[in-house]
């Protein structure tokens, strides 16, 4: 069965600093592997995806993401940090034929100005 | 706006009363997912339907919840005899069939059952 690890449940960091929040899966077969951020009593919204396409994924609000099939790993990153981005993030990998989707327990990311 | 919608946003139940949400997804999105989420944690999947037929079933779906989408368009998630560890947020998802696609989240609904 495919599964995701999230590395660090909160995750701290300075306005303007370098964010990276950290993501392992484990599957069989080549993944889809996708990044969604949750504000406070709220949804969740796709920030990036990879479909074995390019290794290195843009998403949006300045995030991207790299998939690194030697380490198994699907790290987010942000050059620069924003108050704004304070929320909760998954990873999360895609399952099967039915699309559902396997998330890791989230990180927690708090911006300090 | 043409998004996931669900209802209601918050539920608040007495221990052992039934409760129903129901999610409206995209339109001609034929993937509907319903998932659970409690405070600290990530989404759990619980049931998944391609268009009205239910194809999945979680473990952590015991037979206290149904889940139904007639005619394949809105979907209801029913809650019978709730109790206190149902409470939770029920988070409903839609896509369109096709490996990779994004899936679209609603709001989700809270559940506090006292």
């Known amino acids: 069965a495919q599964s995701v690890t999230q590395l660090g449940s909160h995750v701290s960091v300075s306005e303007g600093a370098l964010v990276l929040l950290r993501c392992n899966y484990s599957s069989s077969v080549p993944p889809y592997l996708f990044w969604y951020v949750q504000y406070p009593n709220q949804g969740l919204q796709l920030l990036l995806k990879y479909t074995s396409a390019a290794t290195l994924v843009k998403g949006i609000n300045g995030f991207e993401a790299e998939f690194k099939k030697s380490e198994t790993s699907f790290h987010l990153t942000k050059p620069s940090a924003h108050m704004s981005d304070a929320a909760e993030y998954f990873c999360?990998?895609?399952?099967?034929?039915?699309?559902?989707?396997?998330f890791g327990t989230g990180t927690r990311l708090q911006v300090f100005p | 706006d043409t998004g996931v919608s669900q209802n209601p946003r918050h539920k608040i139940t007495k221990r052992g009363q039934n409760v129903t949400f129901r999610c409206d997804p995209i339109?001609?999105?034929?993937?509907l997912y319903w998932y659970r989420q409690t405070l600290g944690q990530g989404p759990e999947f619980l049931t998944y339907?391609?268009?009205?037929?239910?194809?999945?079933k979680s473990r952590l779906l015991s037979d206290r919840f149904s889940a139904e989408r007639p005619k394949g368009s809105f979907s209801t998630l029913e809650i019978q005899r709730t109790e206190q560890g149902d409470s939770a947020m029920y988070l409903c998802a839609s896509t369109l069939e096709s490996s990779g696609n994004t899936i679209y989240f609603g709001e989700g609904s809270w559940l506090t059952v006292v």
């Open positions: 339109s001609e999105h034929n993937r």
């Open positions: 339907f391609q268009n009205e037929a239910q194809l999945e």
């Open positions: 999360a990998v895609s399952e099967g034929n039915t699309d559902k989707l396997i």
